[in-house]
């Protein structure tokens, strides 16, 4: 089903947030006076770095003008993928050397990405994407931050990415994974009660989706959840809120 690039509009406001919370962490950690340090971000399916453009882009980034994400997504022929987004947040956040590994089984859209690459130091994967993972966290140093986005084709996909949010929650690793609702295999609420996480989704849409922070990123879902509203409403569907079940010991957000 066709979703109007809603999907890509809820994940990348989320993103955009969660990310931008966690670079200035990093800079309020690591930051000398005077000296640039490095932010570094991950990518398991990274696509060619264009996208097109959601029809509802132009009404959605005027509902959420003040944020980070509608100043990194900017007017033009093209939509920046998640990647390219990222580094533009980083950019206009200041103090941030950006650095990722972007990783994407299809060699086609690495050669896209390699082309569509605005700024930072990149590096580029095509490898099975919880490989690429399990290497990348094998590596020093550990990103500051994973993005996970499964394609819906991927059989295997839904149930890796809730494996995964549960090693980087684990880790302390700031992360997001996005899940199609009720997808069989996705399990979403079974990582959601191990963790002791809530999950945004949008519902009511027609192609619903969710977006499971972990690792430290969910402590900007409170500071955004006025405006999640407003977004799933400009979206034409509902924000819900999946809540870990009990016995999730673990503090929830």
Request: hydrophobic residues 45%; charged residues 25%; aromatic residues 8%.
């Amino acid at each position: 089903m066709d979703s109007g690039g809603t999907d890509i509009i809820w994940n990348q406001f989320i993103l955009g947030a969660a990310l931008t919370r966690a670079a200035r962490r990093v800079l309020e950690r690591d930051g000398e006076e005077g000296e640039e340090t490095r932010f570094s971000y991950a990518d398991t399916h990274a696509g060619g770095g264009r996208l097109p453009v959601p029809a509802l882009l132009p009404v959605a980034r005027k509902a959420l003008a003040s944020s980070a994400w509608a100043a990194a997504a900017r007017p033009g022929d093209a939509h920046p993928g998640s990647w390219v987004l990222a580094g533009r947040l980083i950019e206009a956040l200041g103090g941030l050397a950006f650095e990722a590994d972007v990783n994407d089984l299809d060699p086609a859209a690495i050669a896209a990405a390699k082309a569509n690459r605005e700024g930072g130091w990149v590096r580029f994967w095509s490898h099975d994407w919880f490989l690429f993972l399990r290497n990348r966290l094998a590596m020093e140093p550990r990103p500051h931050f994973v993005f996970i986005d499964p394609p819906p084709d991927d059989p295997r996909g839904p149930g890796y990415a809730m494996d995964a949010a549960i090693l980087l929650d684990t880790l302390g690793l700031p992360y997001m994974v996005t899940y199609a609702v009720d997808t069989p295999g996705a399990q979403p609420q079974e990582a959601i009660d191990q963790i002791g996480r809530s999950g945004l989704e949008l519902r009511g849409t027609g192609l619903e989706r969710g977006v499971l922070l972990g690792g430290g990123a969910e402590t900007v879902v409170l500071d955004i959840l006025t405006d999640l509203r407003n977004l799933a409403e400009v979206l034409g569907g509902e924000l819900s809120v999946r809540l870990p079940r009990a016995p999730a010991d673990d503090y929830c957000i």
